[in-house]
């Protein structure tokens, strides 16, 4: 059985690659995906033959010999004897904590000051002006070092006296220690049962969410108002206290204590680490008001006095009503923001704080002489860092866009 071909349809010809605009688009890419593809092998190549001129190859044999230097501060066990291994997995853990405390903290004042921006009060809108033109205008690493000098020449040292007493500033019934050298906290001792109890807490935070839904889903369906802060607050608190009274207390306090010339025992936060927490906050936090409060406004004010026409009050209004509709435009550039903090916390060598750059970047290349592996493998971590953070929030984001049917 033989079917008749189409008398309209044209048969492929190779000048339709160029002269055709259905292909000519793709024809340009794939010539340029092979020019990128030939540039990268040329200049792989070339590095390679010179390499082996010079008699070097790359190798990173180097990551297990002896690192041979301290770290000042150390999320997990290190010292001197450890490998450059184990000290560039310290650096890198140091930059986490650096970019989730910065994307935390930064958001929180991001937030309130682009609401305070907008503020009726003239005061408050005016003191917002203030405090976002004068941090985003000056470079990041200057507030590092300003905020860096206000702690070391402010805070007490720790083994001054005043008579008998120590002079630090201690808190909360003296189990927080604040000296010029850091932040000396209480540290948790994990006995039998512990987990157990981690795992209440972890079901507590998971309550509190389920149940601000159902207090939203209620409102939204039926008009019901069900208070959450302090429901929210007894489910946080309770469960735990009562999970650690049952289990006979399975977790303990470590507290700081002054023995000698400085502070032993507890969780030590230096000085380097908060100063290039606040300043990283402070400064993105400029940033993040600006994105904050043109989200706000791109919300139509006719929803605002919608919401006020049925009697919410303004907390609840912008809650309920502006800040879902604003998170629409706010959430692109707020990315941005992040991978901003993550990289900016690469200046943490300027205050002494031994991050990634620090370490792989800087004293393991310098001991080890090998430039071109330790900086391929810190532009590895540093990507691979950033191309999560936008994973994840492009997740949140495909969440906050408007559903069409």
């Known amino acids: 059985m033989t079917t008749l071909a189409d008398p309209h349809k044209e048969s492929f010809r190779l000048s339709m690659l160029l002269n055709d605009t259905r292909y000519r688009s793709l024809t340009f890419q794939f010539i340029a995906l092979v020019a990128i593809i030939a540039t990268m092998a040329f200049i792989g190549g070339n590095l390679v033959r010179n390499l082996a001129e010079a008699g070097l190859n790359i190798s990173y044999d180097f990551l297990g010999a002896q690192a041979g230097y301290d770290i000042n501060q150390r999320p997990i066990s290190y010292d001197s004897q450890d490998t450059h291994g184990r000290a560039a997995m310290v650096g890198l853990l140091n930059t986490l904590i650096v970019a989730f405390l910065g994307c935390i903290t930064a958001t929180i004042i991001g937030v309130v000051a682009g609401v305070l921006r907008l503020s009726p009060n003239w005061l408050v809108r005016k003191i917002m002006a203030f405090y976002v033109e004068i941090f985003r205008n000056v470079p990041v690493l200057i507030w590092i070092l300003i905020i860096f000098s ?20 201690m808190w909360l019934f003296d189990s927080i220690a604040v000296t010029n050298r850091g932040v000396y906290l209480p540290k948790p001792i994990w006995g039998s049962g512990s987990l157990l109890v981690v795992g209440v807490f972890i079901a507590s935070i998971i309550g509190i969410f389920l149940f ?15 208070p959450t802060f302090w429901p929210s607050l007894a489910l946080l608190f309770i469960p735990v206290i009562l999970a650690q009274l049952v289990l006979g207390t399975p977790i303990s306090l470590e507290y700081p204590a002054l023995k000698g010339f400085n502070f032993r025992g507890g969780i030590t936060i230096l000085g380097s680490l908060i ?18 409060r043109a989200g706000i406004l791109a919300v139509s004010k006719g929803q605002t ?59 393991t290349l310098l001991q080890t002489g090998r430039a071109i592996e330790s900086v391929l493998l810190l532009m590895l971590f540093y990507l691979i860092i950033s191309l999560s953070i936008s994973f994840i929030m492009n997740i949140y984001n495909n969440t906050m866009k408007l559903q069409e049917r």
């Open 275 to 292: 100063a290039l927490w606040f300043a990283l906050s402070i400064y993105t936090g400029a940033f993040i008001a600006e994105n904050v």
């Open 212 to 226: 601000r839904r159902y207090a939203r889903k209620q409102l939204f369906d039926h008009g019901r108002l069900i």
């Open 150 to 169: 206000i702690m070391i020449n402010a805070a007490p040292a720790p083994n001054a006296f005043r008579g008998d007493e120590p002079t630090a500033s």
């Open 305 to 363: 006095e919608a919401a006020a026409a049925l009697g919410l009050r303004p907390g609840r209004i912008m809650n309920l009503v502006v800040l879902p509709q604003a998170l629409r435009v706010i959430i692109p550039p707020l990315i941005s923001q992040y991978l901003n903090i993550t990289k900016n916390s690469s200046l943490a060598i300027a205050v002494g704080y031994m991050d990634l750059t620090g370490t792989l970047g800087g004293i």
